[in-house]
């Protein structure tokens, strides 16, 4: 049985090893890179209101990287470890708004502890990762041989498969978060839809883990009501003065 400690103290290696491995097979993309400085900007805003919905969180060591991959994906470990493949930046033409949607519901994922629960439950991960090892490893474009260990954490990360009610929880905890940190709500329904239209062009990754779109799409429209106001108000306005969200297109071939 895994102790919280232990996990956040296993997550924390993991995502070191991943970090320097990428790095060593160019694939970390450098913080002086206007990418990265963009998802460190979005993540400072999220985080003071993290705590609300853990108080531990509140002694996170929050990192936030992008790793250069094809891959349409991203998560957050134990302990506020973020990662984003370049692949979700890109195929889906991501709006701030947007980013701050994804990264909130990655965040409540840390927050809520589903990953802790679930890797506690699975006694079998490491053998899981290993497995999925290779699929990783062609991200980065390396030997699966030589890094079983490396590559298995990031499939392991990314290959979490979440309860339909974990998922209903990370969206609306993830609506809340993004909103009092002055992000748009609406971006929730647009970055579903874009998704949907990305997915059905080709088989995006963060789909297998992240299924029932429109389901996703009528929940976070019901809790609208609850969040739009709050994000007004970072506005200084109130919903009815607000105009109509505004995303950007995917890009034409992704
Ligand atoms: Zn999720």
Same mark, same amino acid.
């Given at each position: 049985?895994?102790?919280?400690?232990?996990?956040?103290?296993?997550?924390?290696?993991?995502?070191?090893?991943?970090?320097?491995?990428?790095?060593?097979?160019?694939?970390?993309?450098?913080?002086?890179?206007?990418?990265?400085?963009?998802?460190? #900007?979005?993540?400072?805003?999220?985080?003071?209101?993290?705590?609300?919905?853990?108080?531990? !969180?509140?002694?996170?060591?929050?990192?936030?990287?992008?790793?250069?991959?094809?891959?349409?994906?991203?998560?957050?470990?134990?302990?506020?470890?973020?990662?984003?493949?370049?692949?979700?930046?890109?195929?889906?033409?991501?709006?701030?708004?947007?980013? %701050?949607?994804?990264?909130?519901?990655?965040?409540?994922? %840390?927050?809520?502890?589903?990953?802790?629960?679930?890797?506690?439950?699975?006694?079998?991960?490491?053998?899981?990762?290993?497995?999925?090892?290779?699929?990783?490893?062609?991200?980065?474009?390396?030997?699966?041989?030589?890094?079983?260990?490396?590559?298995?954490?990031?499939?392991?990360?990314?290959?979490?498969?979440?309860?339909?009610?974990?998922?209903?929880?990370?969206?609306?905890?993830?609506?809340?978060?993004?909103?009092?940190?002055?992000?748009?709500?609406?971006?929730?329904?647009?970055?579903?839809?874009?998704?949907?239209?990305?997915?059905?062009?080709?088989?995006?990754?963060?789909?297998?883990?992240?299924?029932?779109?429109?389901?996703?799409?009528?929940?976070?429209?019901?809790?609208?009501?609850?969040?739009?106001?709050?994000? !007004?108000?970072?506005?200084?306005?109130?919903?009815?003065?607000?105009?109509?969200?505004?995303?950007?297109?995917?890009?034409?071939? #992704?």
């Amino acid at each position: 049985m895994r102790t919280k400690s232990t996990v956040n103290e296993q997550s924390k290696l993991q995502y070191t090893q991943l970090l320097t491995e990428a790095k060593q097979k160019n694939a970390l993309v450098p913080p002086s890179d206007p990418r990265v400085q963009r998802l460190r #900007a979005i993540a400072s805003r999220i985080v003071p209101y993290a705590a609300r919905w853990n108080p531990a !969180a509140a002694d996170w060591k929050w990192e936030v990287n992008l790793l250069n991959s094809d891959q349409v994906n991203a998560f957050c470990m134990p302990g506020g470890r973020i990662a984003f493949f370049s692949g979700i930046l890109t195929k889906l033409n991501l709006t701030d708004d947007e980013v %701050a949607m994804v990264m909130g519901h990655e965040i409540s994922h %840390a927050l809520r502890e589903h990953a802790r629960k679930r890797m506690v439950e699975s006694s079998a991960t490491s053998a899981v990762g290993k497995l999925l090892g290779a699929g990783v490893s062609a991200y980065f474009g390396i030997d699966p041989r030589l890094t079983d260990t490396v590559a298995g954490i990031g499939a392991q990360m990314i290959s979490l498969k979440f309860s339909r009610g974990e998922e209903t929880e990370a969206d609306i905890v993830g609506l809340d978060l993004a909103a009092r940190a002055g992000f748009d709500p609406r971006a929730g329904i647009t970055l579903w839809q874009k998704m949907g239209a990305a997915g059905s062009r080709q088989p995006l990754e963060i789909l297998s883990t992240h299924p029932g779109g429109e389901s996703r799409i009528n929940e976070m429209n019901r809790n609208m009501p609850l969040v739009l106001p709050v994000y !007004a108000r970072t506005k200084g306005t109130t919903v009815d003065k607000l105009p109509p969200y505004q995303s950007m297109p995917l890009p034409p071939k #992704a």
